[in-house]
C-alpha cells in the first residue's frame, strides 16, 4: 500500500497537507491499461501489458486552519502536478512501494464543493506513465579505473546512492535486482582516449579524448553524450547502447590511452 508518493518535491499522502482521500492500492501498474478495477477509493492497474499511455490517479485531502490556507495548499499541489511546456520525464516517487515511475504530471483537478462544508478541499491528481518500467527508489553505482590512479573522482550527483562495487583492472560486478533491463548513466573522468563500456558483448566507444580535469556523461536512456556539458557526437556508428539485463552482469572498460575512471548509476528496473 502507498503511503506518500512525492513529485517535484511536493509530498502528498500520509503525515502531509494532503492526506489520501482513500490510501491508493497500485501493484502493477503499467504504461498501458488493460483492466481498470476499484480497490479501496483507488484505481488498480492489472496486467503485463506496455506500451502508450496509462495513467497512476491520485486522490487527496486539503485541510487548512483557513479558506485562504487551503487555496495556498492548493495551488503548491497543482503546480506539482501540472504539464510542463518542456518535454521532460520525472520521477514519481511511491513510499510504502520504494518504487518510482517514469512519465509527466498531467494535471490536477480541485473540488472546491468541500469548502461549503469546512476548510477542506479534494484534489485529484494523474500522472502519466511512459516507461513500462518501474524502479527502485535507491539509485546503485560502480566505479571502474582502466589503470591504477590515485584520488577519487567528482561527479555532479547528488542523489544518495549504495556504491556496490569498484574495480581497478577495467572490470567490475554489476547487479540488476529488478525484472527488466535498467538504462543507466556513466561519468567519465579524464584523461582518457577512445573510452569503451563493454556489457554482455556489446561495446559503446567514445571516439574521442577527454582531457584530465573534464567529465564526459553518457545516457543510455537519451542515448546522448555530454562533455562538460555540451553535446558531442562522439560515439561512434558502430557502438551498441545497452541496458544492464536483470541478475549479474560484468561491465568492463576500457580505452586507447589515459589513466582516466568511469562511474555508472543505476536503478534496478521491473516490470
Do not use: C
Amino acid at each position: 500500500m502507498t503511503s506518500s508518493a512525492t513529485l517535484r518535491d511536493v509530498t502528498v499522502g500520509e503525515g502531509t497537507d494532503y492526506p489520501f482521500m482513500s490510501p491508493p492500492g497500485l501493484p502493477g501498474v503499467r504504461a498501458r491499461q488493460s483492466t481498470v478495477p476499484r480497490l479501496s477509493g483507488g484505481i488498480s492497474f492489472t496486467g503485463a501489458d506496455v506500451g502508450d499511455g496509462g495513467t497512476l490517479p491520485l486522490e487527496v485531502f486539503v485541510d487548512g486552519a483557513t479558506s485562504a490556507a487551503v487555496m495556498s495548499l492548493i495551488d503548491e499541489v497543482v503546480a506539482a502536478w501540472s504539464p510542463s511546456d518542456i518535454v521532460e520525464e520525472l520521477e514519481l516517487v511511491l513510499a510504502g512501494q520504494t518504487r518510482v515511475y517514469r512519465g509527466r504530471p498531467a494535471g490536477a483537478v480541485p473540488d472546491l464543493q468541500w469548502l461549503l462544508e469546512g476548510h477542506l478541499a479534494a484534489v485529484k491528481l494523474d500522472f502519466t506513465v511512459s516507461d513500462y518500467r518501474w524502479y527502485s527508489a535507491t539509485p546503485k553505482s560502480v566505479q571502474v579505473t582502466v589503470a591504477s590512479m590515485s584520488g577519487g573522482m567528482d561527479t555532479p550527483m547528488v542523489t544518495p546512492m549504495v556504491t556496490t562495487g569498484s574495480g581497478s583492472t577495467g572490470d567490475v560486478p554489476v547487479t540488476n535486482n529488478g525484472t527488466a533491463p535498467a538504462p543507466w548513466t556513466a561519468f567519465l573522468a579524464g584523461p582518457l582516449t577512445t573510452p569503451r563500456l563493454i556489457l554482455g558483448g556489446k561495446v559503446l566507444t567514445v571516439g574521442g579524448t577527454i582531457a584530465a580535469g573534464s567529465t564526459a556523461v553518457l545516457d543510455s536512456r537519451e542515448g546522448s553524450l555530454l562533455v562538460n556539458g555540451a553535446p558531442q557526437p562522439w560515439v561512434t556508428v558502430d557502438s551498441e547502447w545497452w541496458d544492464i539485463p536483470p541478475g549479474q552482469s560484468t561491465l568492463s572498460f576500457r580505452a586507447a590511452a589515459g589513466t582516466g575512471s568511469v562511474l555508472v548509476s543505476w536503478q534496478d528496473a521491473s516490470y
